[in-house]
């Protein structure tokens, strides 16, 4: 390297200065954002490979990463559907198979019988033996017996194409500029939490040395983790926290004019809102009367009452001369609030537009004219809302349901289709995604929060029991009861295949078995394949107890509600997310009646799934089971943000480091308060990502 050392441009330095940088590794470095030797240290490892020590075959389990050895016992080349070479080694202790699909003849006679091999992989189960697919591998010659490695091993993120060897020498070149890293911290918080000095902690998270207590590296609980997993969090709370000033920088449209509209309805309504609905009204309807857009999360536990609270911003928004687009996830519910809403609107004299995917365009035509004349004044559908062909007259507020289904870019691309001259629509989305408060701040910070914490009185505990499969018979007979006693019932079928075909026919299947061992009772079948309109025929039908049981996928998962529902039977319970059960089983419960929730798994359970669905059975608080959960899943599953890449964090882990997430918050308050330079810096260091939807684009724009 060409700069002299100390001197903070040496970090700016482009990669393509590094020896062995050619423009194809350039390429694939900035795929990963890393652009200057600068970034290069920042890439750190996501996990480490323990090769400090050499297992005993015979005590290997499924799913570990590990360095074993052996002797060869056999070694073929088989057809199994294609060409493999299959060894077989043992040490004494125990036997490991290694399978092969890419090998040459002289890796076959290198792995000749009585050969000792070395090995580093993955072990899997396979039928009733212990497996490694394709691990490295080297024949250990008898008097030289290789040293085993005494550190750990970091792997880092990478991209096809680029090697671990390549970013762990690149990472090495980097690291001898450690010492001119800029502290970014406050000295107040250096000392406060004492961390150590920044190029340490890179140093031996980069390169641990072999003295560390490996255990504590490994968990992520090391010091030196510590201090950067603080600051991670920290720029990730600044970014959350700017994103959040920018959209109140923005003008939207001030709805000043009392909601009579409501005031109307709730004199229709047979109930009276809850104390928590009425709080959460309250808020959003102080939200609705400012002149800068609204961004409220409403979460809710399923049967709280969202919905309610949804017609009151819309009304509000309707009364002031604006119109509402309601967004859901799913066909189904997207119908069924389209049901709900014409139903209350109607005797207020509004006028309410379906929007769906599946509608032809001519079937569409008229109700796009209604929306884009302003003779409608709400939309209801699915995201086809936002297509291009829909245009409103004046959108003032945007409602999205269920919003763990949508991402944070989702949600902000919607904000810009919603753009009228100067004027953002209002956000207001709901969720039944129980999230912990200081994870909804880090994970949602640019959003306000709100919870309904309260459910409508009179609803009755749901009881809720697992049965294994070979106890069927008995579900059966308790169907029979409830539909007697006026009850209806529904049974969920779940396959873990994520094929909708496969469902359906499942469905299909226990259809045709219950229509057989219970043939005087009124069946029907809901499935994704059915056509919106046939949807639609079915939930109707069901809703009016003209179906007495209702055969379902998981298409019911959400905002399905019909309240004599009072038994629901869910099928392959142990392989669903807990958050998936607790929604699922949401749909009962929702009347006076009693109700239960059967859940249906295949013997024998594993601890965990033992585990969780004892957790479902003991609790109907979706906090707890949220917070089960995450234990179990981890915060991307139970966010919903795997696909979205929401809140991706490259060494701090939402569940994991929770502690620090309330200190976190503090200390962005002090830096905005004291040190607003620093702001930039951090978010510059830790949130800078290559790939299209980066976090740092989003905070930026
Ligand atoms: P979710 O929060 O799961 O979306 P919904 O809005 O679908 O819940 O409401 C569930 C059921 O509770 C509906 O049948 C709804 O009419 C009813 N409901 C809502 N608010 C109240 C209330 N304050 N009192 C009684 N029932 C209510
Ligand atoms: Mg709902």
Redesign the pocket.
Known sequence: MTSTPHSPSALEIPVTDLKGVTEVVREKLAKLGLVTVGDLLFHLPMRYQDRTQIYALGNLRAGQEVLVEGEVEQTDVIMRNRRMMVCKISDGSGQLILRFFHFNASQQRGLARGAWVRCFGEVRQAGNHLEMAHPEYRIVQNNDPAPISDALTPVYPSTEGLQQRTLRRLIELALEQAQNLPELLPPALVQRYQFPPLADCLQVLHNPPPTLATRTLLEGKHPLQQRLIFEELLAHQLGVQQARHKVKQVLAPQMLAPNTYFKQLLTLLPFKPTGAQQRVMGEIEQDLRATSPMNRLVQGDVGSG??LVAVAAALQAIANGYQVALMAPTELLAEQHYQNFSQWFSPLGLEVEFISGSQTPRQRKRKVENLLLGISQIAIGTHALFQRTVEFLQLGLIII?EQHRFGVHQRFELREKGKQGEHYPHQLVMTATPIPRTLAMTAYGDLDYSVIDELPPGRQPITTVAISNERREEIIDRIALACSQGRQVYWVCTLIEESEALQCEAAEKTEQMLKERLPHIAIGLIHGKLHGSEKEQIMAAFKANELQLLVATTVIEV?VDVPNASLMIIENAERLGLSQLHQLRGRVGRGSVASSCVLLYQAPLGKTSRKRLDALRQSQDGFKIADIDLEIRGPGEVLGTKQTGEARLRIANLVRDQRWLAEVQQAARLIVAKHPELTPLLIRRWLQQADGDSAAQFFHS
């Open positions: 969202k919905t349901d905002g």
